[in-house]
């Protein structure tokens, strides 16, 4: 079955500009996080979803950044108003529920802010 | 606070020899604990979990974790590296708040 998909894959844009990227989590996973993995860092959590309830935003770096999830199912993480330092891979993954027993990544995109 | 601590920024090894990656954690009630790789341009793969049960867990690609509550440690194990385990890994903890709290990841450089 497909995993998780992520678009796009690469993403360079100029300071100031806003950007979209779009996640595709595996089918019937209720769960969805986004994370952000700086060069020589480790995984910084952003935001999640599960299924109806109210996202948890509290890893948001600031309010240029938000998050939707349609339907249930696509997500799309915005920022707005871009710096250099939001350049970074992007990651999302989905689980079947907030338990995170197994979360599945997506391949990630690479924002470059110019 | 929940935290996850892999104390090297890299460890190499030569191909055939045992390998161990370390990882501490800190959490209030029982932890969850992952391991994840990440290869070059790809995104993270599971290897890895402690729910409950033997603290011995086993994974893929032959990897193996030794949970141990009163060293709070999670160290990734394999008996014999292969140069194609060279990778990004990361320590992962479930916080209270059901977040996966990471690691800042170990680099394994594997070498023939």
């Known amino acids: 079955g497909a995993g998780v998909s992520q678009s796009p894959s690469n993403k360079v844009t100029e300071k100031g500009k806003d950007v979209e990227l779009r996640c595709d989590p595996i089918?019937?996973?209720?769960?969805l996080y986004w994370y952000r993995q700086s060069l020589g860092q480790g995984l910084e959590f952003l935001i999640y979803?599960?299924?109806?309830?109210?996202?948890?935003k509290s890893g948001l770096p600031s309010d240029r950044f938000s998050a939707e999830r349609t339907g249930g199912s696509v997500s799309t993480l915005t920022i707005q108003r871009t710096q250099q330092e939001d350049s970074a891979v992007y990651l999302c993954a989905s689980s079947f529920w907030t338990g995170n027993l197994e979360q599945y990544f997506g391949p990630g995109t690479r924002l470059t802010v110019t | 606070a929940q935290s996850v601590a892999q104390p090297e920024d890299q460890v190499n090894v030569a191909e055939g020899n045992p390998l161990t990656v370390k990882c501490t954690y800190s959490v209030s009630g029982n932890p969850y604990l992952f391991w994840y790789v990440q290869y070059p341009n790809r995104g993270l793969q599971f290897l890895l979990k402690y729910i409950t049960g033997d603290n011995l867990v086993k994974g893929s690609y032959g990897f193996e974790a030794e949970f141990n509550k009163s060293q709070t440690s999670f160290h990734l194990k394999k008996p014999s590296a292969l140069v194609s385990d060279s990778a990004l890994y990361f320590c992962a903890v479930l916080g209270n708040t059901d977040k996966l709290i990471f690691g800042t990841g170990t680099r394994l450089q594997v070498f023939p």
């Open positions: 979803f599960q299924g109806n309830s109210a996202p948890d």
């Open positions: 089918s019937g996973h209720t769960a």
